[in-house]
Nanobody
Framework: QVQLVESGGGLVQAGGSLRLSCAVSGRTFSSNLMGWFRQDPGKEREFVAGIRWSGGRTYYGDSVKGRFTISRDNTKNTVYLQMNSLKPEDTAVYYC?????????????????WGQGTQVTVSS
């Protein structure tokens, strides 16, 4: 069983920055994929960024490449999402998730465990 708790969301002006944190507890594996997703009301859940817990290989959605950075601290069992140059279209609830299987995927349905989300609002 894995538990995920997101934090760090808030209100920020366009062009600003936020750092989200995802505290992970419970069983994890070296092959785990840790992912950040976001969802705005009426929209599909969108893959934002992912990282392999072991090795730290990263993946990014096209809409955030060059602006967001995902990282992890193995000692603290925490995954981070540094968000820079924020745009109003980044406004969403951001979720941390884990996929216990080997292959990378951007499909939210393939992630078994989810946090409750943290709201990010970017004003124009």
């Amino acid at each position: 069983q894995v538990q995920l708790v997101e934090s760090g969301g808030g209100l920020v002006q366009a062009g600003g920055s936020l750092r989200l944190s995802c505290a992970v507890s419970g069983r994890t594996f070296s092959s785990n994929l840790m992912g950040w997703f976001r969802q705005d009301p009426g929209k599909e859940r969108e893959f934002v960024a992912g990282i392999r817990w072991s090795g730290g290989r990263t993946y990014y959605g096209d809409s955030v490449k060059g602006r967001f950075t995902i990282s992890r601290d193995n000692t603290k069992n925490t995954v981070y999402l540094q968000m820079n140059s924020l745009k109003p279209e980044d406004t969403a609830v951001y979720y941390c998730a884990v996929n216990i299987h080997y292959s990378f995927t951007v499909d939210a349905r393939e992630y078994e465990f989810w946090g409750q989300g943290t709201q990010v609002t970017v004003s124009s």
